[in-house]
């Protein structure tokens, strides 16, 4: 069964600049989180959703931050424009019904 | 305001001994707790959970165990391998409709 997907593993842009992060969940997996990890820290939740409805983005910041899960199963962030400090790996996770999460590799995002 | 906590950044231990990490929670109403192991440049791997209603869960070489009057969860890894270095972060979810919280993390080191 193939896991979590995301791409791109690594990103660089220069600060003002548009990103997109993509994800591909679990086969079957309704609930689907993107986390923000910076250095030494653990991961802290962007965004959650139960299918495709988003039901808790409070702590998406939405002046720059976007997500998109249509038809309830892949995913795509966005943050426009890029701030230096969004320099961080952004993962995504997927679980059944909000019980054991499983991740992706994650998006290493390096903004200039 | 940390809901999950992880007091100590690091561990060291020698191999074949018992590695014990810590984890603290402040919001009684979590009701499942989930360790996970992180190796650099991957995503977080799900290790073992336990549910609020049992004190210790066992899986293999792994153990959690539960103690909510203290609000305090261990894992036990015996006997600690040098594969089992990597960070270890403590997470926990009220219900089904909670958000999965981190810990920051635990580097263990398991020297041969």
């Known amino acids: 069964e193939a896991g979590v997907v995301q791409s791109p593993r690594y990103k660089i842009i220069e600060k003002k600049q548009p990103v997109a992060f993509w994800c591909n969940p679990i086969?079957?997996?309704?609930?689907l989180y993107w986390y923000l990890q910076n250095l030494g820290q653990g991961p802290e939740l962007l965004i959650r959703?139960?299918?495709?409805?988003?039901?808790?983005d409070s702590q998406l910041p939405k002046d720059r931050f976007s997500a998109e899960r249509l038809k309830g199963v892949d995913s795509t962030l966005k943050i426009q424009p890029a701030e230096l400090g969004d320099s961080a790996v952004y993962l995504c996770a997927s679980s059944f019904h909000n019980t054991e999460a499983f991740f992706g590799q994650g998006t290493r995002l390096t903004v200039v | 305001d940390q809901q999950v906590k992880q007091n100590s950044p690091s561990l060291s231990v020698q191999e074949g001994r018992i590695s014990i990490l810590n984890c603290d929670y402040t919001n009684s109403m979590f009701d499942y707790f989930l360790w996970y192991k992180k190796y650099p440049a991957e995503g977080p791997t799900f290790l073992i959970s336990?549910?609020?209603?049992?004190d210790k869960n066992e899986d293999g070489r792994f153990t959690v165990f539960l103690n909510k009057s203290a609000k305090h969860l261990s894992l036990h890894i015996v006997p600690s391998q040098p594969g089992d270095s990597a960070v270890y972060f403590c997470a926990a979810i009220r219900g089904s409709q909670g958000n999965l919280i981190f810990g920051k993390g635990t580097k263990l080191s398991v020297k041969p």
């Open positions: 086969s079957g997996h309704n609930t």
């Open positions: 959703y139960e299918n495709e409805e988003a039901v808790d």
């Open positions: 336990i549910s609020s209603i049992k």
